[in-house]
């Protein structure tokens, strides 16, 4: 998920955390009622939030809820997505943890297991859970445990220059009608001309997007993702890197200059016109429409499909620290901060699909000019990335899968080798997570 994909904002740096809550207050009622004395509860909430309108949404919304609950008043603190694991690990250790704070899914099961955060499965209104997405509520939920409320979702699009398409004369698919896999490879080699590839595709750090992508093909990369996990590379989970590898070599329709390229280095030469098409997540289409050359037609194309178009995704969340000593009062935030008025303008601010199934019915979120129609049509095929459940896969992930796949393709070791570093170099790291 973008995820995980953040500049963090250098105003954050060197930022010293205030105490969880409201120190020695006691706790507040259910209801919104103050605290000891009648001062009010002190919350406090970290974001993580870095652009310039979702930093905004996230004052304003926090201001307005300010000003309409004086018995329950949050302090906003920014946090760093560079270094908020460190940080909220400490701050865990030194009981020094906000109330509320932002992060992503893929982190709430080990933050559960170490008792660090609150299940909310008690505190959740019916509203709320009706409204969030079925599928992105599995991502925040470990057996019976709700450890996070997710409201920002990626999902994986493809970015067409237009005038190349119309010129070659190729007809553009529709979120009714998307291009297979198949049908994506042929039109990049129709595509490619001298002096101008049919593809790029960014592989800089590709383990997340292949693993996600992998869900089109029935790709699951993991058996018992809850219990005695192992690493697997099965015929589901081939599909998409042989297909990406075959482009890159085979049919030499994507330019190999990808391997080395974050999708944010691929835009000069997709503006440039060395090449037709760029599969990217929904974000980037901020930095198309901010970096774009005048006149430069872009398109946002449907996701691909494979055996279907499942994706996997991972959430961004808001999630209570278990020592909070206000939980009523933090969840009545979070269902405020979350609700469908509001997710609309956070994911205006970032780009990203709402998982308030109400926000995503929004006008701004289903305008063709910025592609947001087409980016809204991909939420019913998100699903949890089975992985996020794997204890020990960010470290499979960094140590293992990147370099691996960096490695295929750049060419250097076979589709079998591969597999061979994924599953017995990759199940001796899973191991010493499972004693």
């Given at each position: ?23 020695d207050d006691e706790t507040g009622s259910g209801d919104g009622g103050s605290g000891n004395g009648g001062e009010p509860v ?394």
């Amino acid at each position: 998920m973008r995820s995980m994909r953040f500049i963090a904002l250098a105003a954050a740096a060197g930022l010293v955390l205030t105490a969880c809550g409201g120190g020695d207050d006691e706790t507040g009622s259910g209801d919104g009622g103050s605290g000891n004395g009648g001062e009010p509860v002190e919350l406090t909430f970290q974001t993580l939030a870095w652009q310039t309108a979702s930093v905004e949404a996230n004052e304003a919304i926090v201001a307005a809820w300010n000003e309409a609950n004086p018995d329950i008043q949050v302090e906003l603190l920014q946090g760093d997505w560079n270094n908020v694991q460190d940080q909220l690990m400490t701050s865990f250790e030194g009981g020094t943890a906000p109330d509320v704070f932002h992060y992503e899914s893929t982190v709430l099961q080990d933050f559960g297991d170490r008792g660090n955060v609150l299940d909310l499965s008690e505190y959740l209104s019916d509203e709320i859970r009706d409204d969030i997405r079925a599928g992105a509520w599995d991502t925040a939920t470990f057996g019976d445990a709700i450890y996070g409320v997710p409201f920002l979702q990626e999902s994986q699009v493809i970015f067409a220059n237009r005038t190349l398409l119309d010129a070659a004369g190729v007809a553009l698919p529709t979120v009714d009608d998307p291009w297979t896999w198949d049908e994506f490879a042929d039109v990049a080699a129709q595509l490619t001309t001298e002096g101008q590839y049919g593809a790029v595709i960014p592989l800089k750090a590709p383990a997340n997007r292949i693993l996600n992508l992998a869900r089109n093909f029935g790709g699951d990369y993991f058996t018992d993702p809850t219990g005695e996990v192992q690493a697997v590379f099965d015929e589901a989970d081939q599909e998409v890197p042989r297909r990406i590898h075959e482009m890159l070599y085979t049919e030499n329709s994507a330019s190999p200059d990808g391997v080395g390229m974050s999708s944010a280095d691929a835009l000069p030469g997709f503006f440039a016109g060395q090449y037709a098409l760029l599969p990217g997540a929904i974000w980037l289409r901020q930095q198309i429409i901010e970096q774009a050359p005048d006149g430069f037609d872009w398109v946002t194309l449907p996701a691909l499909e494979g055996e279907s178009s499942a994706q996997g995704a991972v959430s961004q969340t808001l999630s209570v620290s278990a020592d909070t000593e206000h939980p009523e009062e933090a969840v009545q935030f979070i269902e405020y901060f979350l609700n469908a008025e509001n997710q609309v303008q956070l994911a205006a601010g970032d780009w990203l699909l709402p998982t308030s199934q109400e926000a995503a019915q929004a006008p701004e979120l289903n305008d063709p000019a910025t592609g947001w129609d087409v980016a809204t049509a991909t939420a019913d095929d998100l699903e949890m990335a089975p992985f996020q459940q794997v204890k020990g896969f960010e470290e499979w992930k960094s140590r293992i899968a990147n370099p691996a796949f960096q490695e295929y393709f750049s060419d250097q070791i076979s589709l079998e080798d591969l597999g061979a570093k994924l599953v017995d170099e990759g199940n001796a790291v899973l191991e010493r997570y499972q004693r």
